[in-house]
């Protein structure tokens, strides 16, 4: 049983994960459903799915809402709100935390959920200020007018994504576009008759005009494109939103059909009308796999994706293994161990597969932003623990691995509340060939920063706070980090030197001194540092982790820190919010250098009151 029992645990972990691929079926509305229609918006395909779970992170930090009492789905709050928006403005989604923010608006500073309906009456100031802090360049702006901006956005994105089915303040939309039909023919005879200065049907064009008025408005506002090409080779850029589908049909005298399809989908679930819901969007959606097969399938393999949610489910199995391996520090039983190595594996396969299909989502290598930087740096750092954890057997492969993995699955959710993940490319990057070489290159050296750098910790921590930092397991640790260092090296030089080579033929110069060359070159220099401090004698064991360390906060600069400085040609992952973060980090990893340099006599795992020789302090040499 012991030897079966770390494989029934990684097979539960991988059960758990492929759940979310089961389809479920609909009890009522198939929101699912819908959810898995395709949209242009970004420059790209999605479903609508994506864009209910991109914009209610944005807008309150959850993928969820609150309705009476339970858990509301992303979906089913984004289909709320472009058909039921009088009842949607009654929840609570925008999160607002800035209390100088909240006396602006005159909402109680006990709530930090509130909603449009109690936002709306004080519009009127908020926008004044979001304008006059749209002018301020987001580096120089306070924490008050971040929080104006913030609410400002999101209440603009809200307004947008109301208008995206019907134009607002508009009950019935399908009687609308009814009487807009019965309106194209006597309204255009009317406007090429007024255009010629013959006399026209003064009613039928205003009817005609008032229509175009809420369609222009509609056409205006809309956030996401649902309509597909009116051509069945149109191109992705050809995707309308509803208002300018209307705008330009009076050339055809006819409502676009999606356009229809989608009215009748939002007047029978305003009406609760399940079953006329389902049966448009089954007909709907037969339609368009016919018409357009290769955005319908790109729709509901996103969405998938999206309820699969591997991801977290992997960051949740990192913290069991990390678990496993500190009961396993405690007891020195191998079958925790063992244990503990299965179940990261599983993690890890989770967090590989979740990677894969996101590249192939996207048509992309796995590192086109922050956010999938991260996402990158936690997979390989977990590989090479998972390497460590094979040579040497002690459990601490697997504690820097989930540590690491865990961490850099939490960084990229927190990332994720800028918006969509799966962005377009920006033109500095929009190079495959330099994507897969260069990028994934200098992140493989980032992972192994930090996993040396994690090394360091473990090694400093069990040193200095417990006697179990033993001579064998000390050298053990002084020799992966060495070894790590050395792959560092490797990958950093390489991924720079690929770097200033795609720079030439991009900007027409090898080197500029951009903040984000000048990073990366931080990391090879400091990697070269340790090595030649090493091979010289001038640190030993201890010096080496220090500087390790020390690795740690020139990598987390290179990686987030340049980009916060707003400069340069790789100011393009700009966030400012991680400031304070990204300062605790390198502050915490200061204290425990400070900690590291204590005298040998003050290590419980140093102390002369262990056994060791005359003259020589217990464990490895320092």
Not at 334 to 362: D, F, N, P
Not at 402 to 416: C, E, R
Not at 420 to 428: I, S
Not at 584 to 610: C, D, E, N, T, Y
Request: glycine share 8%; aromatic share 12%; with cysteine.
């Amino acid at each position: 049983m012991k030897r079966v029992l770390p494989w029934i645990l990684a097979a539960l972990c991988l059960l758990w994960g492929a759940g979310g691929l089961v389809p479920r079926k609909p009890a009522g509305f198939d929101i699912d459903g819908f959810g898995r229609l395709p949209v242009l918006l970004n420059g790209r395909i999605q479903p609508f799915d994506s864009v209910a779970r991109n914009s209610l992170l944005e807008i309150r930090t959850r993928q969820s809402a609150r309705a009476d009492g339970r858990k509301m789905p992303a979906m089913e709050w984004l289909l709320e709100l472009m058909a039921q928006p009088d009842q949607a403005d009654e929840r609570k989604v925008f999160r607002v935390d800035n209390r100088e923010v909240l006396g602006l608006m005159s909402l109680s500073e006990e709530e930090h959920y509130f909603s449009f309906a109690d936002i709306r009456p004080h519009q009127a100031e908020l926008s004044r200020e979001g304008d006059r802090v749209q002018k301020i360049e987001a580096a120089q702006r306070t924490a008050f007018e971040r929080g104006v901006m913030k609410l400002y956005s999101s209440m603009w994105l809200y307004q947008r994504l109301k208008a995206t089915l019907q134009p607002p303040d508009v009950t019935d939309f399908s009687a609308e576009l009814e009487d807009y039909a019965a309106s194209i023919d006597a309204g255009v005879k009317a406007v090429r008759a007024r255009e010629t200065g013959e006399s026209f049907d003064n009613q039928a064009f205003n009817r005609l005009l008032g229509h175009l008025s809420s369609f222009d408005q509609m056409s205006r506002m809309a956030y996401v494109r649902p309509i597909p090409p009116a051509a069945e080779d149109g191109a992705a850029e050809d995707w309308n939103n509803v208002g300018a589908a209307l705008m330009t049909s009076m050339q055809g005298g006819a409502v676009p059909d999606p356009v229809l399809q989608y009215a009748r989908m939002a007047a029978a679930y305003a009406a609760g009308d399940s079953a006329a819901f389902n049966a448009t969007l089954d007909s709907y959606s037969q339609w368009l796999q016919a018409r357009d097969p290769r955005a319908s399938n790109k729709g509901r393999a996103e969405s998938a994706f999206n309820h699969a949610q591997l991801f977290y489910k992997a960051t949740v199995i990192y913290v069991a293994a990390l678990l496993g391996a500190l009961a396993f520090w405690f007891w020195w039983n191998e079958g925790l161990r063992r244990c503990a190595v299965w179940i990261l594996a599983a993690a890890w396969v989770l967090h590989t597969v979740a990677l894969v299909w996101r590249m192939v989502l996207e048509g992309r290598p796995p590192v086109t932003n922050l956010y999938s930087s991260a996402i990158f740096i936690g997979w390989g750092a977990v590989l090479l623990g998972l390497i460590l954890e094979r040579i040497y057997r002690d459990g601490i492969g697997i504690v820097v691995a989930s540590l690491i993995g865990f961490s850099t699955l939490i960084i990229a959710h927190n990332l994720a509340i800028g918006g969509d993940t799966m962005e377009m490319m920006r033109a500095v990057l929009d190079t495959n060939f330099w994507l897969a070489t260069h990028v994934v290159t200098i992140t493989l050296g980032y992972s192994s920063m930090f996993v040396a750098g994690a090394l360091a910790l473990i090694y400093v921590l069990r040193g200095v706070f417990t006697a179990s930092l033993k001579k064998s397991t000390a050298e053990g640790l002084a020799r992966m980090v060495y070894g790590i260092v050395c792959f560092a090296t490797l990958f950093s030089f390489v991924g720079t030197v690929l770097g200033g080579i795609w720079a030439d033929q991009s900007w027409g110069r090898f080197w500029g001194w951009d903040p984000k060359e000048n990073g990366a070159l931080l990391i090879v220099l400091w990697c070269a540092t340790i090595l030649h401090a090493r091979w010289g004698g001038l640190i030993k064991a201890r010096g080496l982790m220090n500087m390790a360390i020390v690795g740690n906060i020139i990598t987390s600069f290179s990686w987030f820190g340049v980009n916060m400085l707003g400069i340069g040609l790789h100011s393009y992952g700009f966030m400012d919010s991680a400031f304070r973060w990204l300062s605790l980090f390198i502050a915490s990893q200061l204290a425990i250098i400070g900690i590291g340099l204590l005298p040998l006599r003050m290590w419980k795992s140093f102390s002369s009151s262990q056994s060791a020789p005359a003259g020589k302090p217990a464990g490895a040499t320092p």
